[in-house]
């Protein structure tokens, strides 16, 4: 008899005092926003944590993939000389994957009356082919029409231009080898300007980088900014860009002295290290939520207790141990943490699958940009779930639900059935 009270009979009472009866209407509405504030606290939880995971991972994405691990340029100058021998010996060091030289420069985009201020990049088409991330973004026109007058723009540059693939457009350049902080008009007159064919569009999703940035062939960009053997840097790659500063060494030692290095943590750190502070600092205010919901679970808690006083003596004068009530109560307490927990880890896992979705939906309804590329340099809404962080964030709803429980569990199992059958 022991056993099957311990077992089926706790989980049956725990069960119906999760049931209000009518009478206990105030009870149940108690609980129910105990149930809800967990599982908002969870759901929210899940998609605040997914979305600062989706900027971290897409931030560092487009910086290794777009902008290279490290740079090796010139210490005398603008444009580095030799640098198809330079990258040649930094191919050889080991754990570099390429080294890829270009020729980087401001210029001016013009059609019609729009304008845009980009970076004309110059490189090898043989290497923007093999950036697939480049190469597989192409919403317009085709690379392989990228050759001598002919330009690649960002999709966001196609838009402010109002051009397509195909379309005509004009370039003022600086040459490379100008003065330091010249102005191109500062002797009065226009550097000259030439006309270029839209070979392609890139769209990558990086905001900042479609609007920022146009490519020529390498060749192109030599004649374009008057620097006929030459190139503003090497882009280098390499196996583990997170621990990039092992490479440093190296490859300084390969370039030789009259290089020097800039890599992609020296410019990022500040902005990925604030993207951490905030996402700690937002994970701790929501898991408060979590708190507020645990203290209502208590208050509801300690509600029913009061109510089962009477039930509470019959089950002791009838041979329940302390034990058994002290489980039946927390039973009932954790069952609501549990299904809040899991019914705002499913809310939190379909919102953060779809938030891109969601966000369309939304901006469609109220007709306003909610994520603004302007402002967040993504076209994009990012999100990445981590199942790691998931299970620590059901780990923790689920443990203060149970602590929650602890108290008012207590004082059931502590209520003597004589002053409780007493006062009915």
């Known amino acids: 008899m022991s056993n099957a009270i311990f077992g089926a009979f706790e989980r049956m009472l725990a069960l119906r005092y999760l049931r209000a009866r009518r009478e206990e209407g105030f009870l149940s509405v108690i609980a129910a926003f105990s149930l809800l504030g967990i599982m908002l606290g969870v759901g929210t939880l899940i998609v605040v944590t997914s979305v600062f995971n989706g900027f971290s991972a897409e931030f560092l994405k487009q910086i290794l993939e777009f902008q290279g691990d490290l740079s090796v340029l010139s210490r005398s100058g603008p444009v580095l000389s030799g640098f198809d021998e330079l990258a040649a010996a930094i191919r050889r060091v080991p754990g570099v994957t390429a080294a890829t030289p270009l020729l980087d420069q401001q210029a001016v985009i013009l059609a019609g009356n729009n304008w845009s201020l ?15 991330d480049l190469a597989d973004h192409i919403t317009g026109g085709s690379l392989d029409d990228l050759g001598e007058d002919a330009i690649m723009l960002g999709a966001e540059n196609a838009r402010t231009l109002g051009v397509k693939a195909g379309d005509t457009v004009g370039l003022l350049a600086v040459p490379a080898n100008s003065a330091s ?15 270029f064919r839209v070979a392609a569009v890139f769209d990558t999703g990086f905001g900042v980088f479609d609007k920022s940035f146009a490519f020529v062939s390498l060749a192109t960009a030599q004649t374009l900014f008057a620097v006929p053997d ?7 790659f390499v196996q583990d860009p997170e621990n990039v500063w092992r490479y440093r060494t190296p490859i300084a030692d390969a370039a030789g002295d009259g290089t020097r290095l800039y890599d992609w943590q020296s410019g990022a750190s500040p902005e990925l290290e604030l993207v951490k502070t905030q ?20 208050s509801s808690m300690i509600m029913l207790v009061r109510s089962k006083g009477h039930d509470i003596a019959i089950l002791r004068t009838m041979g329940a141990t302390r034990g058994m009530i002290l489980r039946i109560f927390m039973m009932t307490g954790s069952s609501i ?6 019914l705002g880890l499913g809310a939190g896992l379909a919102f953060a699958d779809n938030i891109e979705a969601i966000r369309q939906f939304i901006q469609w309804v109220i007709g306003s940009d909610v994520f603004s590329e302007d402002i ?22 689920f443990f203060l639900s149970v602590v929650a429980t602890i108290y008012p569990a207590w004082r059931a199992a502590r209520l003597d059935p004589v002053e409780a059958l007493r006062h009915e």
């Open 181 to 195: 902080g010249a102005s191109p008009v500062g002797n009065g007159a226009l550097p000259p300007r030439k006309s």
């Open 376 to 397: 967040y340099f993504l076209s994009r809404l990012p999100s990445r779930i981590e199942t790691g962080e998931v299970a620590t964030i059901v780990a923790i709803a």
């Open 118 to 132: 980009v970076h004309v990049r110059g490189e090898r088409i043989e290497d923007i082919k093999r950036n697939r």
């Open 279 to 298: 996402r700690s600092v937002v994970f701790l205010i929501l898991v408060l939520i979590i708190v507020v919901a645990a203290f209502n679970v208590i």
């Open 337 to 342: 943490g549990a299904i809040g927990t899991l």
């Open 230 to 236: 030459g190139a503003t840097s090497i882009q280098v």
